[in-house]
């Protein structure tokens, strides 16, 4: 069939992109990488649009591609499945990834890496697409590290800054050890199941369900979904595994807004819905997901108050925005997250390419207590980011309150424990989520422009050649603006869809609900349109704790921006447990990897050297040398000493000669 | 039928290692083509071995058989199944590497040099495919002789000691082993047929000496903690050739030794004592582990890598379900492409700066691209990333040992975390930062003969981690057979 072939070239195209562009960049120079690499990815976004209509006219696809190995019974297959979550998927990466390729010509113009960079952003989306279109937990696999394996290249792209590649072994570290658990999970399912085919492993699963794994003695299925969800917790940074991604900002912007928030962090939320079918039969599972995602929520915004470099504030404002989805997950509303990871996509990938663009009229300043004042600047970027802020906020008609609301009250529904925990840090998060939004806009393009102060005292980055006044900012070439304003669109218009995607079966059978847990179906008969829908939130809590939080930024960082350090001053201890992030990084370095160290240096000297070496090794050496000591005694060639065992022995021999019964 | 084949790809390289003997290090430039040419013939004669391999037969394939010394019945009996015959391959796949890697940077002595690891190669086909335990035996302890020679010849300063080391260790253990091979020759009535003594039944208290005794000589071989010890002193010491067909190659004899004698002949030993041998394995994986990251040493660190990994093969021999057995033949095979080329990275660097401490470089990337590419990929490999090897034998020996129990399976998923920290925190502090000292600014990138090794080398690694289907389709049939044999009780 000729659809197969069509899958085959949606990751194929990009991956042919990143080789030409990797292995011959010099040969095609800087236009002829990002020529293929925009074309490979241009190509396989064209397909996903063509694949969509085809799923919309009810074309599905499972089948294999190839067998990648067989033993002891398990087949394991690299595959694909189509449906419409894989589809939805396909068509947010490839198309925020089109966007940030194109936005990368103007961002990276002027790096030594350029084609290195193309290479692995299109390698990214090949991964990525692997992923998303697996129909087995292998292939799953590959695409979920192959993405971390972009990522660490990405997040250390600038490879002789002691920051960067910090960031990217830790970044690579914590989620191993998500991964660590992700493995555990699928090699429960393959022992269990004796399959790890989606379609098969789905249909075994109220089998699954009625196991206590034998040695554990836990209920299997729970067993197998915690696994599962410490996996999605690494790559999707959910408390206590966020710690990487707030660093990961040392990477250059573009990939910060491609991996770090549209994409490869929502991979996660795309595998617990994929295994919906599985997560629904736990309701301790479930519950589990639904706290993590609460904390995670709540607990990240507030740190975005604090933080001071732009790039630092979207990359907290990101981690909870995950905890929202995560929540959605756990309070069984898989199409909610999945719409949301989707607006997100959009508004997110808006404010991470703004903030870049920022960075770049700043000539590489992202503190913005030395920024403000930009919009007059630059008019383009300053109104993206306002449109995708509102968004952000969650404020209505904006793409984000459609999925925000539709979260908050899907969780409100919730009955899973944790669910009204997980309730109370939804509605709180939105009031700082309206405040670090708007705080992030009025700091950066309100107020009294500091810029300039900024320029005296750090003078660096005159060097490459900006022109004289460089300290002047302007608005960002075409290439930039664009994709910023594409991306804007969908930002503000996308939440639109929520009839459709929500209530309107667009998801088909790929997202499995329990019968127990049907609030989604609640909501879909409270939904009266999408004007009903906004018409109404002006009377709901979560409208007015937005609103009071942009109403709170634009006091403190408008009327009055002689307050916050006032603040900041008062609150003593709490701003420190803020700006410390809680002492997670301390904590971690502390106890982790010291701790690590010195198990290792402990069982080398102590166990290698001293133990086996010193006392087995070297200690049977000198127990050979002992006895040989010994023996050397009877082998001193003194003749005299001879003679008397000679005669010793003699007259031993006669005496026993004569005393013979 | 082809039977000649084995013998070929014993001889043809001892054989081959006479001229070059002959020409005499003075003629560098004949002894180098010559060497090259015995060890590619030495490969393409195992080929056939591959292409006519029947992959539905379990029993043994290219059989020979001839008298040696016929009063105590010992044969020259050669054969191959599944589990045996990739390592003919892989190892002179290795010898054309090795003989690659020596090309320039071996001054002194290079005929005997490139001659000993000739022989050395053909050495270790005869132990893959001996099946008489005399001529095993033989070519097990023959192929001390030149590994012994490489170490306290062109290796470094501390040669001697390290070789004795080498030299004592794993000949205490093959003492114990013909101490029992002699005990099967006297049990089997007069036979030194390994497939022999596969049928031969045996009560349960011999069973469990011969079992110990096997495992002392195997254990050191692989090595498991904890006669690990004179590894890392060894490859430390070792030429990079050498520590190359160490890593590579000569770790794998103790593993096969497992699977050929141990499982085989004592299978209610080896059940008995399966959960000693499993919990060896655990401790080998993560105490190790733990070991290599605070290595200050790149080539003892990857000794400790080294063991660490071999720590699965044993773990999958001794959970006897298929996935797992076949997990840790994969694991081995990969170990041998992934080992290789971490060695001669480390060579590379060698050959330029002549130092081996982590500390002396820093920001490697900025002068070596290329070459920092293509370690950066092999630690991935040696990190067990999906689509390079190392993560195939990983992960078919973690589910195996998930399904065995969850917690050995638990204790051996911590290697994901380890493996990748040890690996990937060495990378950062040689190949990226900023350049460290004027050694490393004045490093040349790799050229074509290194570019082609690891390229070679990286291709294997790429290919077997996108499709292991052909690697694990030939060991199937013998597996399967073996899984079958030692679930029958001897008793």
Same mark, same amino acid.
């Given at each position: 069939?000729?659809?197969?072939?069509?899958?085959?070239?949606?990751?194929?195209?990009?991956?042919?992109?990143?080789?030409?562009?990797?292995?011959?960049?010099?040969?095609?120079?800087?236009?002829?990488?990002?020529?293929?690499?925009?074309?490979?990815?241009?190509?396989?976004?064209?397909?996903?649009?063509?694949?969509?209509?085809?799923?919309?006219?009810?074309?599905?696809?499972?089948?294999?591609?190839?067998?990648?190995?067989?033993?002891?019974?398990?087949?394991?297959?690299?595959?694909?499945?189509?449906?419409?979550?894989?589809?939805?998927?396909?068509?947010?990466?490839?198309?925020?990834?089109?966007?940030?390729?194109?936005?990368?010509?103007?961002?990276?113009?002027?790096?030594?890496?350029?084609?290195?960079?193309?290479?692995?952003?299109?390698?990214?989306?090949?991964?990525?697409?692997?992923?998303?279109?697996?129909?087995?937990?292998?292939?799953?696999?590959?695409?979920?590290?192959?993405?971390?394996?972009?990522?660490?290249?990405?997040?250390?792209?600038?490879?002789?800054?002691?920051?960067?590649?910090?960031?990217?072994?830790?970044?690579?570290?914590?989620?191993?050890?998500?991964?660590?658990?992700?493995?555990?999970?699928?090699?429960?399912?393959?022992?269990?199941?004796?399959?790890?085919?989606?379609?098969?492993?789905?249909?075994?699963?109220?089998?699954?369900?009625?196991?206590?794994?034998?040695?554990?003695?836990?209920?299997?299925?729970?067993?197998?979904?915690?696994?599962?969800?410490?996996?999605?917790?690494?790559?999707?940074?959910?408390?206590?595994?966020?710690?990487?991604?707030?660093?990961?900002?040392?990477?250059?912007?573009?990939?910060?807004?491609?991996?770090?928030?549209?994409?490869?962090?929502?991979?996660?939320?795309?595998?617990?819905?994929?295994?919906?079918?599985?997560?629904?039969?736990?309701?301790?599972?479930?519950?589990?997901?639904?706290?993590?995602?609460?904390?995670?929520?709540?607990?990240?915004?507030?740190?975005?108050?604090?933080?001071?470099?732009?790039?630092?504030?979207?990359?907290?404002?990101?981690?909870?925005?995950?905890?929202?989805?995560?929540?959605?997950?756990?309070?069984?509303?898989?199409?909610?997250?999945?719409?949301?990871?989707?607006?997100?996509?959009?508004?997110?990938?808006?404010?991470?390419?703004?903030?870049?663009?920022?960075?770049?009229?700043?000539?590489?300043?992202?503190?913005?207590?030395?920024?403000?004042?930009?919009? $007059?600047?630059?008019? =383009?970027?300053?109104?993206?980011?306002? /449109?995708? +802020? %509102? #968004?952000?906020?969650? &404020?209505?008609?904006?793409?984000?309150?459609?999925?925000?609301?539709?979260?908050?009250?899907?969780?409100?529904?919730?009955?899973?424990?944790?669910?009204?925990?997980?309730?109370?840090?939804?509605?709180?998060?939105?009031?700082?989520?309206?405040?670090?939004?708007?705080?992030?806009?009025?700091?950066?393009?309100?107020?009294?422009?500091?810029?300039?102060?900024?320029?005296?005292?750090?003078?660096?980055?005159?060097?490459?050649?900006?022109?004289?006044?460089?300290?002047?900012?302007?608005?960002?070439? $075409?290439?930039?603006? =664009?994709?910023?304003?594409?991306?804007? /669109?969908? +930002? %503000? #218009?996308?939440?639109? &869809?929520?009839?459709?995607?929500?209530?309107?079966?667009?998801?088909?059978?790929?997202?499995?609900?329990?019968?127990?847990?049907?609030?989604?179906?609640?909501?879909?008969?409270?939904?009266?349109?999408?004007?009903?829908?906004?018409?109404?939130?002006?009377?709901?809590?979560?409208?007015?704790?937005?609103?009071?939080?942009?109403?709170?930024?634009?006091?403190?960082?408008?009327?009055?921006?002689?307050?916050?350090?006032?603040?900041?001053?008062?609150?003593?201890?709490?701003?420190?447990?803020?700006?410390?992030?809680?002492?997670?990084?301390?904590?971690?370095?502390?106890?982790? +990897?010291?701790?690590?160290?010195?198990?290792?240096?402990?069982?080398?000297?102590?166990?290698?050297?001293?133990?086996?070496?010193?006392?087995?090794?070297?200690?049977?050496?000198?127990?050979?040398?002992?006895?040989?000591?010994?023996?050397?005694?009877?082998?001193?060639?003194?003749?005299?000493?001879?003679?008397?065992?000679?005669?010793?022995?003699?007259?031993?021999?006669?005496?026993?000669?004569?005393?013979?019964? | 039928?082809?039977?000649?084949?084995?013998?070929?790809?014993?001889?043809?390289?001892?054989?081959?290692?006479?001229?070059?003997?002959?020409?005499?290090?003075?003629?560098?430039?004949?002894?180098?083509?010559?060497?090259?040419?015995?060890?590619?013939?030495?490969?393409?004669?195992?080929?056939?071995?591959?292409?006519?391999?029947?992959?539905?037969?379990?029993?043994?394939?290219?059989?020979?058989?001839?008298?040696?010394?016929?009063?105590?019945?010992?044969?020259?009996?050669?054969?191959?199944?599944?589990?045996?015959?990739?390592?003919?391959?892989?190892?002179?796949?290795?010898?054309?590497?090795?003989?690659?890697?020596?090309?320039?940077?071996?001054?002194?002595?290079?005929?005997?040099?490139?001659?000993?690891?000739?022989?050395?190669?053909?050495?270790?086909?005869?132990?893959?495919?001996?099946?008489?335990?005399?001529?095993?035996?033989?070519?097990?302890?023959?192929?001390?002789?030149?590994?012994?020679?490489?170490?306290?010849?062109?290796?470094?300063?501390?040669?001697?000691?390290?070789?004795?080391?080498?030299?004592?260790?794993?000949?205490?253990?093959?003492?114990?082993?013909?101490?029992?091979?002699?005990?099967?020759?006297?049990?089997?009535?007069?036979?030194?047929?390994?497939?022999?003594?596969?049928?031969?039944?045996?009560?349960?208290?011999?069973?469990?000496?011969?079992?110990?005794?096997?495992?002392?000589?195997?254990?050191?071989?692989?090595?498991?903690?904890?006669?690990?010890?004179?590894?890392?002193?060894?490859?430390?010491?070792?030429?990079?050739?050498?520590?190359?067909?160490?890593?590579?190659?000569?770790?794998?004899?103790?593993?096969?030794?497992?699977?050929?004698?141990?499982?085989?002949?004592?299978?209610?030993?080896?059940?008995?004592?399966?959960?000693?041998?499993?919990?060896?394995?655990?401790?080998?994986?993560?105490?190790?582990?733990?070991?290599?990251?605070?290595?200050?040493?790149?080539?003892?660190?990857?000794?400790?890598?080294?063991?660490?990994?071999?720590?699965?093969?044993?773990?999958?021999?001794?959970?006897?379900?298929?996935?797992?057995?076949?997990?840790?033949?994969?694991?081995?095979?990969?170990?041998?492409?992934?080992?290789?080329?971490?060695?001669?990275?480390?060579?590379?660097?060698?050959?330029?700066?002549?130092?081996?401490?982590?500390?002396?470089?820093?920001?490697?990337?900025?002068?070596?691209?290329?070459?920092?590419?293509?370690?950066?990929?092999?630690?991935?490999?040696?990190?067990?990333?999906?689509?390079?090897?190392?993560?195939?034998?990983?992960?078919?020996?973690?589910?195996?040992?998930?399904?065995?129990?969850?917690?050995?399976?638990?204790?051996?998923?911590?290697?994901?975390?380890?493996?990748?920290?040890?690996?990937?925190?060495?990378?950062?502090?040689?190949?990226?930062?900023?350049?460290?000292?004027?050694?490393?600014?004045?490093?040349?990138?790799?050229?074509?003969?290194?570019?082609?090794?690891?390229?070679?080398?990286?291709?294997?690694?790429?290919?077997?981690?996108?499709?292991?289907?052909?690697?694990?389709?030939?060991?199937?049939?013998?597996?399967?057979?073996?899984?079958?044999?030692?679930?029958?009780?001897?008793?």
């Amino acid at each position: 069939m000729g659809m197969k072939n069509l899958y085959l070239l949606v990751p194929l195209a990009p991956l042919a992109g990143a080789i030409l562009a990797g292995f011959f960049g010099k040969v095609i120079g800087r236009t002829g990488a990002h020529l293929v690499t925009i074309l490979g990815v241009a190509i396989s976004f064209a397909l996903s649009v063509l694949i969509y209509q085809d799923v919309q006219a009810g074309h599905l696809f499972n089948g294999a591609v190839y067998t990648w190995m067989e033993s002891g019974g398990l087949k394991l297959q690299v595959g694909f499945l189509i449906d419409p979550l894989t589809v939805t998927m396909m068509l947010v990466v490839n198309f925020v990834s089109l966007m940030v390729h194109v936005y990368t010509i103007g961002y990276m113009a002027e790096d030594p890496g350029y084609q290195r960079f193309f290479s692995y952003i299109s390698l990214f989306t090949f991964s990525m697409l692997m992923l998303v279109m697996s129909n087995n937990f292998v292939q799953l696999f590959f695409g979920w590290e192959a993405v971390g394996l972009v990522s660490y290249l990405l997040i250390g792209f600038w490879y002789t800054r002691p920051t960067a590649i910090y960031a990217n072994l830790k970044a690579f570290l914590v989620n191993r050890v998500g991964d660590f658990g992700f493995l555990l999970g699928i090699g429960l399912i393959a022992a269990y199941a004796g399959s790890l085919d989606y379609a098969e492993v789905f249909a075994k699963r109220e089998q699954l369900a009625a196991i206590t794994e034998l040695v554990t003695g836990w209920p299997l299925i729970t067993a197998i979904c915690i696994c599962l969800f410490i996996g999605a917790m690494g790559k999707s940074a959910q408390f206590p595994l966020h710690v990487w991604l707030p660093d990961s900002m040392e990477g250059p912007t573009p990939i910060s807004a491609l991996i770090h928030a549209a994409t490869m962090v929502t991979a996660g939320i795309f595998m617990v819905s994929r295994m919906s079918p599985l997560f629904e039969l736990s309701d301790t599972a479930l519950s589990f997901v639904i706290v993590i995602g609460a904390i995670t929520t709540l607990f990240m915004a507030l740190i975005a108050i604090v933080q001071t470099d732009i790039k630092r504030v979207v990359a907290y404002s990101t981690l909870s925005q995950l905890g929202y989805m995560t929540m959605a997950l756990g309070a069984s509303a898989y199409s909610v997250a999945i719409f949301h990871l989707m607006t997100h996509a959009f508004f997110k990938a808006v404010l991470f390419l703004g903030a870049g663009s920022v960075i770049i009229a700043m000539h590489h300043e992202q503190d913005m207590r030395r920024m403000g004042g930009l919009r $007059k600047y630059m008019p =383009v970027t300053y109104l993206t980011m306002f /449109i995708a +802020a %509102i #968004a952000n906020a969650g &404020l209505p008609p904006f793409a984000g309150f459609f999925s925000k609301d539709s979260i908050i009250e899907a969780v409100h529904f919730a009955q899973v424990p944790g669910a009204g925990f997980a309730y109370f840090c939804a509605l709180a998060a939105v009031f700082v989520g309206g405040l670090y939004s708007f705080r992030l806009i009025f700091f950066t393009f309100h107020g009294k422009e500091r810029f300039r102060e900024a320029a005296h005292d750090a003078h660096g980055h005159d060097a490459h050649g900006h022109g004289h006044h460089a300290a002047e900012p302007h608005e960002s070439p $075409k290439v930039v603006t =664009v994709p910023l304003i594409l991306l804007s /669109i969908p +930002a %503000i #218009a996308s939440g639109w &869809l929520i009839g459709t995607v929500l209530y309107g079966k667009w998801f088909g059978d790929a997202i499995y609900i329990a019968e127990s847990h049907k609030g989604v179906e609640k909501m879909a008969e409270e939904f009266h349109g999408v004007a009903g829908m906004v018409m109404h939130s002006v009377t709901t809590l979560p409208f007015w704790l937005a609103i009071s939080g942009a109403a709170t930024a634009w006091f403190l960082y408008i009327v009055r921006p002689d307050l916050p350090a006032v603040i900041k001053k008062k609150s003593g201890v709490l701003a420190t447990i803020l700006e410390e992030k809680y002492g997670f990084d301390r904590f971690n370095e502390w106890f982790f +990897a010291g701790g690590a160290r010195l198990i290792g240096r402990g069982l080398w000297k102590g166990g290698d050297q001293a133990l086996i070496d010193g006392v087995m090794v070297n200690g049977s050496a000198s127990v050979v040398g002992w006895i040989s000591g010994l023996v050397r005694l009877f082998q001193s060639g003194r003749i005299y000493q001879y003679a008397f065992g000679m005669i010793f022995g003699v007259f031993a021999l006669l005496t026993l000669w004569f005393n013979r019964a | 039928m082809n039977s000649q084949l084995l013998s070929l790809a014993i001889w043809v390289p001892i054989l081959g290692a006479v001229p070059v003997f002959w020409i005499g290090s003075e003629r560098r430039t004949l002894v180098r083509w010559l060497s090259l040419a015995v060890a590619v013939a030495g490969f393409l004669v195992t080929l056939p071995l591959y292409s006519g391999f029947d992959v539905t037969q379990a029993g043994m394939q290219f059989v020979e058989q001839a008298p040696w010394i016929t009063r105590f019945n010992v044969q020259y009996l050669l054969g191959v199944d599944g589990i045996s015959m990739p390592f003919i391959l892989l190892n002179s796949l290795v010898t054309v590497l090795v003989v690659l890697a020596g090309w320039e940077v071996i001054e002194d002595k290079q005929a005997q040099y490139m001659g000993a690891f000739l022989i050395m190669s053909g050495l270790m086909n005869g132990i893959f495919s001996a099946l008489d335990g005399v001529l095993f035996y033989v070519f097990f302890e023959a192929s001390l002789i030149p590994m012994y020679i490489i170490i306290g010849a062109w290796g470094g300063p501390n040669r001697v000691y390290a070789a004795f080391k080498f030299f004592l260790y794993t000949l205490l253990g093959s003492l114990l082993m013909l101490v029992a091979l002699i005990w099967l020759f006297l049990e089997s009535n007069g036979s030194f047929n390994i497939l022999d003594w596969h049928q031969l039944r045996i009560g349960i208290a011999p069973q469990i000496l011969i079992f110990i005794a096997f495992l002392v000589s195997f254990a050191v071989k692989v090595p498991m903690w904890p006669v690990h010890t004179w590894l890392p002193d060894a490859h430390v010491e070792a030429p990079t050739g050498g520590s190359v067909v160490l890593a590579a190659i000569a770790l794998k004899l103790g593993a096969y030794g497992f699977v050929r004698f141990s499982l085989p002949i004592v299978p209610d030993a080896s059940h008995q004592l399966a959960p000693f041998i499993i919990a060896l394995s655990l401790i080998g994986v993560i105490y190790i582990g733990f070991v290599a990251l605070v290595q200050t040493d790149m080539k003892k660190l990857i000794a400790y890598s080294s063991i660490s990994h071999m720590g699965f093969v044993t773990l999958g021999f001794f959970i006897f379900n298929q996935i797992g057995v076949e997990g840790a033949l994969v694991q081995m095979i990969s170990h041998g492409f992934v080992s290789a080329a971490m060695f001669l990275c480390v060579g590379v660097m060698y050959d330029r700066m002549h130092s081996r401490m982590i500390a002396d470089y820093g920001g490697v990337v900025n002068t070596m691209p290329k070459f920092a590419a293509l370690f950066v990929f092999f630690a991935m490999a040696n990190s067990g990333l999906p689509a390079t090897s190392g993560f195939v034998g990983e992960f078919m020996v973690i589910l195996g040992a998930i399904k065995f129990n969850f917690w050995v399976g638990f204790a051996a998923a911590t290697t994901l975390i380890l493996g990748a920290a040890y690996t990937l925190w060495m990378v950062k502090r040689v190949v990226f930062g900023e350049v460290a000292n004027d050694h490393v600014a004045k490093l040349t990138d790799i050229g074509g003969r290194e570019l082609l090794i690891l390229g070679l080398l990286a291709v294997c690694v790429l290919a077997m981690g996108l499709y292991p289907f052909p690697f694990t389709e030939v060991m199937h049939a013998s597996v399967d057979n073996l899984l079958k044999h030692v679930a029958v009780s001897k008793l």
